[in-house]
């Protein structure tokens, strides 16, 4: 399956993605964690995307469709992936549909993870994150991890995004807005849009996206 994940900062599309990813044996693919492995390497790419995150606006479409391009085409995605914060705006929409297009492909849902504003700072408020992997999300009263400070996946150390703070939080917020929530009717256009709510238990949002994703078939 080929599915892009939709949703507000602080939705949860990180931590659904990694459980959908592995019940679908399909790749995660997160460009905010492509980003955040390319900071903590200081690569030229880390360096320039740091500059962006860090004000809370998108990096550039052309670094960002590359990177994401880069990836899709590694060979554990040939049989579908779950991408998450990409596309984020109609251009990276649209150079989506020619990547797949020109491999003969088809997106075949595109989740739509809603959550109230108030609910989703809450969330990103007390959002930590793994030094060694950005995919390892815990929430300080949500979703603890079973020792504070220290990753149940990896034993690496947990630490507050730099892009998690609350003024930088309300950028991201008016970015999605503005940008990426056009996508939804971009997609609507195209038949492949399924909204859940993404309130309640993390399990539960899991099985309520399961549930959309086979009703979709
Ligand atoms: P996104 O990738 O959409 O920005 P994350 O998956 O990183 O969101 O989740 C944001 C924060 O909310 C994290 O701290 C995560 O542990 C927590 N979280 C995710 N889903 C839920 C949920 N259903 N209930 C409570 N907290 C959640
Ligand atoms: P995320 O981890 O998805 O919350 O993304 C964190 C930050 O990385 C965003 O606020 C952007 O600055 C940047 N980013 C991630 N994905 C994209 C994208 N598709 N286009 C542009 N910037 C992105």
New binding site residues.
């Given amino acids: 399956m080929r599915i892009v994940l939709v ?11 990694t459980r959908l990813a592995e019940t679908l044996h399909i790749p995660h693919i997160s460009t ?1 964690d492509l980003f955040r492995a390319n900071i903590s390497r200081q690569t030229e790419l880390g360096k320039l995307a740091k500059s962006y995150m860090d004000a809370g606006n998108l990096v550039p479409d052309e670094v960002t469709i590359a990177m994401a391009k880069d990836r899709m085409e590694q060979p554990d995605a040939e049989g579908g992936f779950l991408l ?2 990409f596309p984020r705006n109609v251009s990276q929409a649209e150079a989506l549909d020619e990547l797949l297009e020109t491999e003969d492909m088809k997106l075949d849902a595109v989740l739509d ?1 809603e959550a109230p504003e108030d609910e989703v700072v809450k ?2 408020a ?4 793994c030094r060694n992997d950005s995919a390892h ?3 300080v009263a ?2 603890p991890p079973k020792k504070e400070g220290v990753c149940d996946v990896c034993g690496g150390e947990l630490y507050q995004r730099d892009d998690d703070s609350e003024e930088t939080v309300r950028r991201r917020l008016e970015v999605y807005h503005t940008q990426t929530e056009p996508i939804i009717d971009y997609y609507k256009a195209q038949g492949l849009v399924v909204t859940i709510a ?5 399990a ?2 899991t099985r309520r996206a399961l549930e959309a994703l086979k009703r979709d078939q």
């Fill in positions: 949703g507000p900062p602080g939705a949860g599309k990180g931590t659904q993605a905010g998450d914060g993870l969330r990103i007390g959002r930590r994150v999300v815990f929430h949500y979703t993404a309130t309640g238990p993390v539960e949002v």
